[in-house]
């Protein structure tokens, strides 16, 4: 077995431990396969990480200090797992920690939401975007992220199924941790998305003008 195949071999069963435990892996999977790759190619004979495989990976990886910490923070973890399995991989020390810098959120003002909401619910497609109807999902899926406090991703991974527009109640299946939950949506929101269901039912059925817009 090679070294790359080593470290993937050793890679997929943290993530197969992770998932048998009940904890998250989409990070993992982002974070860390880019770096055994790195050290696949460019030490093809070693047969462990080594602390010269992290400083030249960092030297040549343009990480933000808070993408910095979370990368040495998972790599530490996985570094960890393949020392339980009797290799002798280097582990990131304390001297390779990093103060994350606090996240300071922007409140918007009253004024720049409408300036924001307004933008998104003029825009007119003119491109072969134009099959995405983004007239009709902009409104929606940026009231659904600002009014409900649903993640980014979550939106598009509804179905139809999900959203109960009688009673504002939808479904969010596998977010974080890989846990479902449910959100009750308010009134003004659950008329929106009651709006945009019978446009986009229209649309399918007929073909309307692709150039109508949800009326706010």
Known sequence: MSFLEDLNDGFEKLMQFREATGYATDTYRSSIPPFI????KNYPNARYITQEMIDSWLE??????NSKAAFISLLRI????LCFMNREDFIPDNDYSTRRIPYNPHVFQASELTVLFNRLDSYIPHTCGIQFNPQLILPVYSRLLYCSGMRPQEPPALRRKDVDIDTGDIYIRQSKRHKDRHIIISEEMRLLCKQYDGLLGELKSSKLNRNIHIKL
């Open 78 to 81: 996985y570094t960890k797992f």
């Open 60 to 65: 040549s990886y343009a990480y933000s200090t």
């Open 37 to 40: 790759n790195y050290c696949g």
